[in-house]
């Protein structure tokens, strides 16, 4: 029982590493907002004015599949750093 307290822990660190967590999340979410603004000025640029679906369908599977490429290429670093450590 006494191993099971020491290996707590405090109530600080916990509080910490959760907000270490959503400050790095709320800056992941201000980059994603930062990129979609580009990448759609890029696509008006390509495209014109999305007054038609097929500009924002085209947007949306591009955005997609580089959102799933770079999550494999990220969980594969991950991974690696792991198996390596």
Known sequence: MADEE???EP???IVLDK???L???AFGL???LAWNEAIKAIFKEIFGEAESITPL???AIVVTIAAVILTIIVARAVSNAKKNS
């Open 23 to 25: 400050v790095t999340a």
């Open 30 to 32: 201000v980059a994603a």
């Open 6 to 8: 020491e290996k707590e």
């Open 11 to 13: 109530m600080k660190v």
């Open 57 to 59: 369908l085209i947007y």
């Open 19 to 21: 907000i270490a967590a």
